[in-house]
């Protein structure tokens, strides 16, 4: 079967700013993405399964070495845990973990089991944690009773993390996710800025109706509509994570976190009613000892004069980060014999060449 490309591949340049090294959110120094994909056919009862988990590791050591965080909510029918501390003291010190609506608490538990395991002296000596974890709803293709995602697949996803290449479309957590009435799932693209620091996206999509469907600002989703499902798709979400290894403060990274719903708009989505538009935006670039005693810490922070470019940048990552999980998306049917399909590449390009 052919490989499906990534929007770069199809000679689509969405921006100014070169790419790192692998256009994903893990050319950032020390950040690792895992995935761990749960598929059953099982109809009756609560299946199938066509669901996941995907977690992001900020850093080697989370727990004591934590970072800068902020969070923007553009339409709030969708949840984030953790995002409440996050807002008051600007920092995560867990692993970020997607996955499907009803299995939130079951991710927060296996964050906590991973926590547990590699820090005995949480919750004993030194603080408890409160896990970030972003859902989306996948019950068109899974079935959400089952609550499919175990303790066990956080774990693996966790162990299975890396740094380099990331797998998009249908897998860990975007696995039932759709975009736009197509297969969606995980996107991932990054950029250099300011020749020294590297941003990078990852989302999970799951949203937008056909005809709103924007390829660099080309309208070509009205053009694409027999691949339509046969039933109505909810309106959806997106989970949107931003990280940068640009020193930037919380509040900075909280003007960052909204530029996501430029990129998000470049796309074509309005946010609907009942959809969960949320992103998150983290920094690499200063690490805050857990334990630290001093009065005052020395902290560093990029000049607002030149946050525009990481503006830009960022706005383009998310937009390249929702065209790859749709082009890298390949074709699942799941509970009730829903089927989401998959872009038509050779289609849509030549649709877009006649834009």
């Known amino acids: 079967m052919e490989e499906r490309k990534r929007v770069s591949e199809l000679g689509i340049k969405i921006g100014r700013f070169p790419t790192g090294l692998n256009n994903a959110i893990t050319d950032i120094p020390g950040v690792k993405v895992g995935h761990e994909t749960v598929i059953t056919d099982i109809q009756e009862g609560q299946g199938p399964a066509r669901t996941g988990v995907t977690v992001i590791l900020p850093n080697e050591d989370i727990y004591n070495q934590r970072i800068f965080a902020n969070s923007h909510v553009i339409n709030g029918a969708g949840e984030m845990t953790g995002m409440v501390q996050m807002k008051e003291w600007g920092i995560i010190e867990t692993p970020i973990a997607l996955t499907n609506s009803m299995n ?20 004993e000596t030194e603080d408890i944690v409160l896990p970030i974890v972003a859902e989306c709803d996948d019950s068109f293709l899974n079935n959400p009773r089952g609550r499919h995602v175990k303790q066990e697949h956080v774990l693996s996803a966790i162990r299975k993390a890396t740094s ?37 996206t990852l989302v999970m999509t799951n949203f937008g109706k056909r005809r709103d469907f924007l390829l660099n600002g080309a309208s070509v989703g009205e053009q694409l509509l027999e691949y339509m499902p046969k039933s109505h798709v909810p309106e959806g979400s997106i989970i949107i994570v931003i990280g940068t290894n640009a020193p930037l403060l919380p509040h900075q990274l909280g003007r960052l976190a909204k530029r996501a719903a430029l990129g998000l708009g470049k796309v074509g989505s309005k946010a609907y009613h009942g959809s969960g538009e949320i992103s998150l935006a983290f920094s690499t670039g200063n690490h805050l000892k857990r334990g630290e005693d001093s009065e005052v810490l020395n902290l560093i922070m990029l000049n607002d004069q030149f946050l525009n470019d990481l503006f830009e940048a960022a706005i383009d990552c998310v937009e390249e980060s929702i065209l790859n999980a749709i082009f ?28």
């Open 104 to 123: 939130v608490g079951i991710v927060s538990d296996g964050i906590i089991e991973y926590m547990t395991q590699r820090y005995p002296e949480l919750g």
């Open 164 to 200: 380099g290449k990331v797998e998009e479309g249908s897998v860990g957590s975007g696995t039932g996710m759709s975009c736009f009435e197509f297969k969606g799932g995980i996107g991932t693209s990054s950029r250099v800025i300011l020749d020294q620091y590297t941003i990078g």
């Open 328 to 355: 890298k998306a390949k074709t699942v049917s799941g509970r009730n014999g829903n089927t989401l399909y998959e872009i038509p590449i050779a289609k849509i390009m030549k649709t877009f060449a006649t834009r």
